[in-house]
């Protein structure tokens, strides 16, 4: 299985960003234990990284991928067009974020990407990504 991870705005601060709501692990920290965490599984992992909504369409649109796991950040909250890209590629996609998002700020608790994806995984840091991994290859 291949799976397209999508790291969306903000991401690449991991690790400086507030780490006492998103931790003090880094997005490359991270991506290499999802890689090892998919390579026992027998998946393969490619990730992407974008503060742009138009570019994490067109990589969705353009991947060659099995499945998809998501973490919008504030994309989550109002990006019907991540929702309907995400809805045209038509493979399993999980959409993920390291905070409990329905635990903060009342805004943060309405994603309109879920509707388009099997599940959401919150509030569980990095891991949250290692479950959406876990949930995929075990569909499969």
């Known amino acids: ?26 997005l490359e920290e991270i991506n290499s234990r999802i890689t090892a ?6 998946a393969a992992v490619t990730f992407f990284q974008s503060n742009h909504e138009g570019e994490i ?12 796991v998501i973490n919008p950040g504030a994309f989550t909250h109002y990006s019907h067009a991540i929702r309907d890209a995400i809805q045209a590629a ?14 903060r700020e009342p805004f943060r608790s309405r994603s309109v990407i879920a ?4 599940g959401q995984i919150s509030g569980f840091g990095p891991t949250s990504y290692l479950l959406a991994i876990e949930a995929l290859v075990g569909d499969s």
């Open 37 to 42: 965490f998919a390579k026992k599984r027998d």
């Open 115 to 118: 509707p388009a994806c099997r």
């Open 57 to 68: 369409i067109d990589e969705i649109q353009k991947s060659s991928h099995d499945a998809l």
């Open 90 to 103: 038509g493979k399993p996609a999980i959409e993920v974020h390291l905070s409990n998002i329905h635990g």
């Open 1 to 26: 299985m291949n799976i397209l991870v999508v790291h969306g705005p903000n991401l690449n601060l991991l690790g400086t960003r507030e780490p006492e709501v998103y931790g003090t692990d880094t």
